[in-house]
């Protein structure tokens, strides 16, 4: 796997040329059904996260490998029916930019806008709050205030955010009342993984 990464090969199993490479995009699971969160008017997702899928998309979420980048941003692209205006991601903590130098979320949905030849920008701001380490003792209430994004304002009547794995939607509920909140119309959600949720659930950090 290591030497995979280091020569650019497939994230899964290092094979050298692209990633995924060929045997392994035939190792990879449809979604299936999304339960579209509340707030948006669609949502959709390219891959499951299990299996390939889920090493797949670990590769860029955790371990800042970009070379699947491209495949990811086509195969999202592909899923979105629905006419969007403009382009936009839930932005990665500035803790973990500043630990991997980059924001994954905005170089997927920088690339899907240019997939879908739509302009890309960054609309959503996290709380600084979101940032620091989980409080507990906080209150449901206190909570969802806390992990609340805030909108910059735009003249986008449909708006497309774009997420790594989606797991509860609890994350682009929030996106989607932020952007309401400055006047957006149709928000749609879109991302590389789906995952059902269940007892141990991928937070989304
Ligand atoms: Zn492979």
């Excluded at 495949?71 to 205006?85: G, H, L, P, R």
Aim: aromatic share 4%.
């Amino acid at each position: 796997m290591l030497s995979g990464l280091l020569s650019g090969g497939c994230a899964v199993c290092a094979r050298p040329g692209a990633s995924p490479c060929l045997s392994c995009v035939g190792l990879l699971q449809h979604p299936g059904n999304i339960a579209c969160p509340a707030g948006l008017d669609s949502c959709v997702a390219a891959i499951s996260f299990e299996g390939a899928g889920r090493a797949l998309v670990s590769s860029l979420k955790y371990r800042n490998n970009r070379q699947s980048l491209a495949w990811f941003s086509a195969a999202i692209a592909q899923q979105v029916t629905s006419e969007v205006d403009l382009v936009t991601w839930i932005p990665t903590t500035a803790r973990r930019r500043r630990k991997r130098g980059f924001d994954h979320a905005e170089l997927l949905g920088r690339r899907v806008g240019r997939r879908l030849a739509i302009p890309a920008k960054p609309l959503l701001r996290a709380p600084v709050a979101r940032s620091a380490r989980s409080q507990t003792g906080l209150t449901a209430r206190e909570r969802e205030r806390r992990d609340a994004f805030v909108a910059v304002r735009c003249r986008a009547g449909s708006v497309l955010v774009v997420d790594d794995v989606i797991t509860t939607g609890a994350t682009l509920k929030s996106a989607a009342a932020a952007l309401r909140c400055v006047g957006v119309d149709r928000v749609h959600g879109a991302a590389i993984a789906y995952t059902k949720p269940r007892g141990s659930e991928l937070r989304h950090a």
